[in-house]
């Protein structure tokens, strides 16, 4: 049930986006930390806009938290 909440809302009105998003939900979310978890499930709460520029690089997220998680879906 949790997995297609996360998948739910991994769906973005940008492509790049959700390709990078549901990928990191599918292949890395279970195996990761509990906080690691927690700041992921946080980063889906963000808007589109603020998402793209942690995940395209014009930007650092302000909590270390969610840096982490950024550069776990990046690698």
């Given at each position: 049930m949790r997995q297609r909440r996360l998948l739910w809302h991994c769906?973005?009105?940008?492509?790049?986006?959700?390709f990078l998003l549901?990928?990191?939900a599918c292949e890395r979310f279970a195996g990761a930390?509990?906080?690691?978890?927690?700041?992921?499930?946080?980063?889906?709460?963000?808007?589109?806009p603020q998402l793209a520029?942690?995940?395209l690089g014009y930007g650092p997220p302000p909590d270390?938290?969610?840096?982490?998680?950024?550069r776990d879906i990046l690698a």
């Amino acid at each position: 049930m949790r997995q297609r909440r996360l998948l739910w809302h991994c769906r973005r009105g940008m492509k790049e986006l959700e390709f990078l998003l549901r990928r990191y939900a599918c292949e890395r979310f279970a195996g990761a930390p509990a906080a690691r978890q927690a700041a992921f499930e946080a980063l889906l709460e963000l808007p589109d806009p603020q998402l793209a520029d942690y995940l395209l690089g014009y930007g650092p997220p302000p909590d270390a938290e969610l840096g982490a998680v950024v550069r776990d879906i990046l690698a």
